[in-house]
């Protein structure tokens, strides 16, 4: 994955939880999607910025849903992190355009 706008599915092969990655996109208000966002950094003498990451809850047709266990999103972005990529420094999120996201919250960091 390396292009932006190229959108790649992941599946947990111990649930039906499915989820679309999409790299460096716009994010848009879309509050009947469950919505987690990551930044990647990279250490060079202190963090910096190098990336962005989208990350939409799916039903088995690929289709957006609202309502996910909040755990199991979290642990599939990990993974998606660490075992296909391989990377070590992200800050995961929970957009305020996400249906995970309550009206009285700004933003939600892990």
């Given at each position: 994955?390396?292009?932006?706008?190229e959108?790649?599915?992941?599946?947990?092969?111990?649930s039906?939880?499915?989820?679309?990655?999409?790299k460096?996109?716009?994010l848009?208000e879309?509050?009947?999607?469950?919505?987690?966002e990551?930044?990647?950094y990279?250490?060079?003498?202190?963090?910096?910025?190098s990336?962005?990451?989208?990350?939409?809850?799916?039903?088995?047709?690929?289709?957006?849903?609202?309502?996910v266990?909040?755990d199991?999103?979290?642990d599939?972005?990990d993974?998606?992190?660490?075992?296909?990529?391989d990377?070590?420094?992200?800050?995961?999120?929970?957009p305020?355009?996400?249906?995970?996201?309550?009206?009285?919250?700004?933003?939600?960091?892990f």
């Open positions: 994955m390396n292009t932006a706008n959108t790649t599915i992941i599946e947990s092969s111990a039906s939880f499915r989820m679309s990655v999409q460096d996109i716009k848009q879309d509050k009947n999607t469950a919505l987690l990551a930044t990647v990279q250490k060079n003498g202190s963090f910096v910025k990336g962005y990451y989208l990350f939409k809850a799916l039903d088995k047709h690929n289709k957006p849903v609202k309502t266990n909040v199991e999103f979290k599939t972005v993974f998606f992190f660490a075992s296909l990529l990377i070590e420094y992200y800050v995961k999120s929970i305020k355009e996400s249906s995970l996201c309550f009206p009285e919250l700004k933003t939600f960091k």
